[in-house]
Each structure stands twice: as C-alpha cells, then as structure tokens.
C-alpha cells in the first residue's frame, strides 16, 4: 500500500506555477519525502527530497508541513514538458500510488 | 545526477522462451535495487527488491521461479522472466538505492516486453 494520498489529476496552464499536493500523515520523524515523475513511456525520473525544512532544486521546490504530514510540490513555470504523473514517497516505502497525472496547457 | 541504465531497452520473444533484463547503476554502488512492472494507464507495481549478495525478497503474489532476480554485484541486478507467456507482456523498470541518508531511488529507463 502506497500510504500516500494524492489527487488524480491537475490542469496548469502553461507558465504558471503548478502546485501537487501529497498526504503522508504516517510518515516518521525522520523519514525523507520523495518526489519523482513519470513521463509518458519512460522510467520515473527523480525531482527532489526533504526531511523538514522546504526545498529547492534546479526542477522544483518542495514545501513541507510543519507536522510533517503533507508536503507540496512546486513547478514555478510550468511548461508543456512537464506533463507527466508526479509520485510522492517516503522513507523505506517503496510501493508508489497512482500519483497524479499533471496535465500543462498550452 | 545518478545515472542507471537497462539493457536491453525492448525485447520481443515468443512463448515459452526466457528473457533476462539488466540493470546497471553506472555512476554509483547500490546494495538495493529494486524490481518494478507497469501495466499501461496504471501506477508501478513493485516486484521484488533486490539486495546484493543475498537472495531477493518478493511482493506477494510474485512468483520468486517465475522472475528470477540475481544482484551479484553493487552495480548490477538482473531480472530473468522464465518460460514467458503473453501475460508476462509488460513494462519492466529498475530502479537503485542511493546510499544513506539520501536513500533516492534512481530509476532505469525501462524495458518493454512483448511475449508473442
């Protein structure tokens, strides 16, 4: 069981900023929070991690509760390339929910 | 950023025969890989994971004689589909374990199998 709770599916118009929540609310206090995606035919690809502080890499930033139970991911400037399904993880569970598919409009 | 690859990228074999997989962590070791399949419009579904040196742990409902896993290495874990029927027909994905505290999974670029 994936143990994670994410919307099905999102719309973002090109250029704007897109924003995934995930549910983890049985997350430890030291278990990271993973983001990966999944692009149509390919292998996911990882995006970002964080144990408690908010994140920022090259692709994302990624913005966690202070309880800890719920995190967001960033995309600033959402382009056509970034339609793909986006999974959250945590910790040692390695089974993945159906994520959410993110879908950029041009 | 980490790289791991697969080989072969897509495979077409006929009933009845086996087909290995490979899965190579190029840049870094990974004591765990793991083993995922992915039927089209749904999510991935782990197989097995994979820890070097030692025999593989499987999901419930994987047949451990079916898909033979071997993880001889840091760098390499193999996945054997053995008397493949159509069923079998899927998309195959890798992935490895970066080390502690980090523990990111890097992801292979997959393998589609079709079983005629």
């Known amino acids: 069981d994936a143990k994670t709770t994410q919307p099905t599916s999102m719309d973002c118009a090109e250029g704007r900023a897109a924003n995934l929540p995930c549910n983890h609310s049985t997350i430890s206090g030291n278990e990271y929070v993973y983001w990966y995606r999944q692009i149509h035919s390919q292998g996911p690809q990882y995006i970002i991690h964080g144990l408690k502080n908010n994140e920022t890499n090259e692709m994302a930033s990624l913005i966690i509760t202070e309880d800890r139970k719920s995190s967001t991911l960033i995309l600033p400037h959402a382009t056509l390339r970034d339609t793909a399904v986006y999974y959250c993880?945590?910790?040692?569970?390695?089974?993945f929910g159906p994520g959410t598919r993110l879908s950029v409009l041009p | 950023g980490a790289v791991v690859s697969q080989h072969p990228s897509w495979v077409i074999c006929k009933s009845g025969t086996s087909v290995k997989i490979e899965c190579r962590s190029l840049d870094f070791q990974a004591t765990t890989m793991f083993w995922y399949r992915q039927f089209p419009k749904q999510s991935l579904m782990l197989m097995a994971t994979?820890?070097?040196?030692?025999?593989?742990?499987?999901e419930q409902g994987v047949e451990k004689d079916k898909f033979l896993i071997n993880h001889a290495s840091l760098t390499l874990s193999t996945l054997t589909v053995t008397s493949a029927h159509p069923e079998d027909s899927s998309f195959y994905i890798c992935s490895a374990r970066d080390v502690a505290p980090r523990e990111t999974q890097y992801f292979g670029p997959g393998t589609r199998l079709l079983v005629l």
């Open positions: 993880t945590y910790g040692q569970n390695f089974v």
């Open positions: 994979s820890n070097e040196g030692s025999k593989a742990t499987y």
